[in-house]
């Protein structure tokens, strides 16, 4: 499966490239839509291990966390992290395409626009998790 986000009308799309193009709509099959996104990767690897809704994610990694902690994995636990918020759709790409490209964008997170509206650093805010 080769996932793909889009912005489109203010809002997140991704699209499943694996199948075909619609007659209908001319578009690939969406899988997702949203407002913003969320990653959740491992900090030290930059290993991308979920995206999607924030809530989702959110909610994915809070329950990931306590099963590794509960477990003994402290470390494990502590290098799961969370990054949500209008991120660059370009950014978001690579983090899927690319293996350990999280890491490289976390490190670069306060110097990349706003995702919905570029140019607009200043008025990014993003929220992150550990």
Same mark, same amino acid.
């Given at each position: 499966?080769?996932?793909?986000y889009?912005?489109?009308?203010?809002?997140?799309?991704?699209?499943?490239?694996?199948?075909p193009?619609?007659?209908?709509?001319g578009?690939?099959?969406?899988?997702?839509?949203?407002?913003t996104?969320?990653?959740?990767f491992?900090?030290s690897?930059?290993?991308?291990?979920?995206?999607g809704?924030?809530?989702? #994610?959110?909610?994915?990694?809070?329950?990931?966390r306590?099963?590794?902690?509960?477990?003994?994995?402290?470390a494990?636990?502590?290098?799961?992290?969370?990054?949500?918020?209008?991120?660059?759709?370009?950014?978001?790409?690579?983090?899927?395409? #690319?293996?350990?490209?999280?890491?490289?964008?976390?490190?670069?997170?306060r110097?990349?626009?706003?995702?919905?509206?570029?140019g607009?650093a200043?008025?990014?805010p993003?929220?992150?998790?550990?």
């Amino acid at each position: 499966m080769t996932l793909q986000y889009q912005l489109k009308e203010g809002s997140y799309h991704l699209y499943d490239l694996s199948t075909p193009v619609s007659k209908v709509t001319g578009e690939h099959r969406l899988r997702l839509k949203t407002d913003t996104v969320a990653i959740a990767f491992e900090v030290s690897t930059g290993a991308l291990r979920e995206h999607g809704s924030p809530m989702r #994610i959110h909610s994915w990694a809070n329950t990931t966390r306590r099963r590794l902690r509960a477990s003994g994995a402290l470390a494990s636990a502590n290098d799961l992290v969370v990054v949500s918020g209008p991120l660059p759709v370009d950014e978001i790409n690579k983090c899927l395409k #690319i293996n350990g490209y999280c890491r490289d964008m976390f490190t670069r997170l306060r110097e990349l626009p706003h995702g919905k509206y570029l140019g607009r650093a200043s008025e990014s805010p993003r929220k992150t998790t550990h």
